[in-house]
């Protein structure tokens, strides 16, 4: 199955943004696409123009993703979950693909957490 391509906020790690595309995930960071500003709606928004899915620990886009179309948000919350081994997410992460397709995920709200 075709690996999702995702776009990371600012409040993602880069070790686990490294650990995704070291996995073949397709990653952009926000400051990569925006620059040192960026807003989450905008974000949320542009991203389904493009069909990539946001990857986030921001609960803001849970809201947000409620409010409106969206590529898919993949929330995760337990920090011990990405500070123990920041390869579990990105394993988490491979799992979530194996079951949801790039069309799969639209305006689906998935928790990383639940795939470990």
């Given at each position: 199955?075709?690996?999702?391509?995702?776009?990371?906020?600012?409040?993602?790690?880069?070790?686990?943004?490294?650990?995704?595309?070291?996995?073949?995930?397709?990653?952009?960071?926000?400051?990569?696409?925006?620059?040192?500003?960026?807003?989450?709606?905008?974000?949320?928004?542009?991203?389904?123009?493009?069909?990539t899915?946001?990857?986030?620990?921001?609960?803001?886009?849970?809201?947000?993703?409620?409010?409106?179309?969206?590529?898919?948000?993949?929330?995760?919350?337990?920090?011990?979950?990405?500070l123990?081994?920041?390869?579990?997410?990105?394993?988490?992460?491979?799992?979530m693909?194996?079951?949801?397709?790039?069309?799969?995920?639209?305006?689906?709200?998935?928790?990383?957490?639940?795939?470990?």
């Amino acid at each position: 199955m075709e690996r999702l391509s995702l776009l990371v906020d600012e409040h993602v790690p880069r070790v686990f943004t490294g650990a995704l595309r070291s996995t073949g995930f397709d990653v952009t960071t926000a400051q990569e696409r925006y620059g040192q500003e960026s807003v989450d709606s905008s974000i949320l928004d542009d991203c389904a123009e493009t069909g990539t899915v946001v990857l986030t620990n921001h609960r803001d886009f849970v809201r947000m993703a409620n409010e409106r179309d969206h590529a898919g948000v993949v929330m995760y919350t337990d920090r011990r979950f990405r500070l123990d081994d920041p390869t579990n997410p990105a394993g988490a992460l491979v799992e979530m693909n194996r079951y949801y397709s790039k069309d799969g995920m639209a305006n689906t709200v998935e928790w990383l957490d639940n795939w470990r």
